[in-house]
Each structure stands twice: as C-alpha cells, then as structure tokens.
C-alpha cells in the first residue's frame, strides 16, 4: 500500500510504503476493545480502601453485659450495625491486571493502526527535526496543517527540540516507536507517523 509524505510545512515529501498485514487489515472492534481494556486495567491504581472491623478506633470492651438489658447482644462497638463502624467486606487495594497473550497484543495494534488508515485519519511525515524548541512557531504549523488532538509518534527517539515545543501544546501527544499503544491511537484524531517511526512499527510487529 502506497501513502503519500510531507513535511512539517505541508509541502510534498515523496511516498512510502505500508505493510498490508499491518496497516491494511479489516478493523475488528472485539479485538480492540479487549486490547483497550487490558491496557485499561493494568493502569488502574487499585488502591481504594475502607476501615474493617479491626482496623476502625474504637475500644474491644464489651459495650454492655450480655443479659438482662432487654436489647440485643452485642460485643465491640466497631461492628458494622453502629455508626462509625467498620465496613463489612469492603473494597480493598488490589491490582485490577489481567493477562493478555503478546501475541493478542501485537494484533490489537495491527487493528488499531489499520482502523487509522480506514477512517482517513493516518498522515505520513517525513521527519519532525525542527532547528529551535520554539512552541509558538510548532503551533502554527500544526494549526495550518488542520491537526486537532494528534498523536505523533517517531522513530526509536524523538527529536529533542520537537519534544520540548510540543510540551506545552495540549493538543498534541508525542511518543517514540516503542511507547505506541491502542488505547493513545483510537483516542486520537489524528495518528502522525514519520518515516522512522513507520519503519520502527513495522520491524516491532513483522
């Protein structure tokens, strides 16, 4: 499959090539989804927690004598009936990870990079090396070139300069090739890869 290049400008940079076993593929939405949801998942913090029985302040002695009150009998006052007591089976810190083959995983980004190119949303730059980390002159050529919320993804390290002039640009997401991931590449409106970066994805998943 043939895509047409540019640069930053949004001049003509020739064409390259893409694998159709990677960027050619029928999108599945099963796949991505499960691949969107382990990814998910994994970074859940888990830690919410609640006070048990033994864990809320309270004194153990017994609150009253066992007989003769005309009430219940009850123990410790940290049971979960009274107000302020601890929480009976309440949530606590766990991890939410589950497993998903690598395999499994390498396909899901297949099918994510192909749902990009299906919906007309996959741009092919030449390169992003820009001479000085200036913010102001990166916003209007992203602006000219009509990206909105844009994931860039380079080759195996990003240009430092680009780095730094798109840190303060909140519509634009910058990733090395081994940082690509399905859940950032659906997410996005539009997904740039440079040449370097196509390469680096392609060697990943051949």
């Known amino acids: 499959m043939k895509a047409d290049a540019i640069k930053l400008d949004g001049k003509k940079a020739g064409s390259v090539d893409l694998n159709d076993d990677i960027f050619g593929l029928e999108p599945r939405k099963d796949i991505l989804h499960r691949v969107v949801r382990?990814?998910?998942?994994?970074?859940?913090?888990?830690?919410?927690?609640?006070?048990?029985?033994?864990?809320?302040?309270?004194?153990?002695?017994?609150?009253?004598?066992?007989?003769?009150?005309?009430?219940?009998?009850?123990?410790?006052?940290?049971?979960?009936?009274?107000?302020?007591?601890?929480?009976?089976?309440?949530?606590?810190?766990?991890?939410?990870?589950?497993?998903?083959?690598?395999?499994?995983?390498?396909?899901?980004?297949?099918?994510?990079?192909?749902?990009?190119?299906?919906?007309?949303?996959?741009?092919?730059?030449?390169?992003?090396?820009?001479?000085?980390?200036?913010?102001?002159?990166?916003?209007?050529?992203?602006?000219?070139?009509?990206?909105?919320?844009?994931?860039?993804?380079?080759?195996a390290e990003v240009n430092e300069n680009f780095k730094q002039a798109a840190a303060n640009i909140t519509t634009l997401d910058v990733l090395p090739s081994q940082g690509a991931n399905v859940y950032d590449i659906l997410r996005s409106d539009t997904l740039v890869l440079t040449k370097a970066g196509v390469e680096a994805l392609e060697a990943r998943l051949s």
């Open 38 to 155: 382990w990814q998910r998942n994994k970074a859940m913090a888990g830690t919410h927690d609640v006070l048990g029985r033994s864990e809320v302040s309270y004194s153990t002695k017994k609150i009253y004598r066992q007989k003769g009150t005309g009430g219940a009998r009850h123990g410790s006052r940290g049971a979960p009936i009274f107000r302020s007591g601890g929480v009976y089976k309440g949530p606590t810190p766990r991890s939410h990870a589950h497993d998903l083959p690598k395999k499994f995983r390498k396909l899901g980004l297949k099918h994510a990079l192909s749902a990009k190119v299906a919906a007309g949303e996959l741009v092919i730059v030449d390169t992003i090396e820009v001479k000085d980390a200036k913010t102001g002159a990166l916003a209007k050529m992203v602006g000219a070139l009509g990206w909105k919320r844009a994931l860039i993804i380079d080759g």
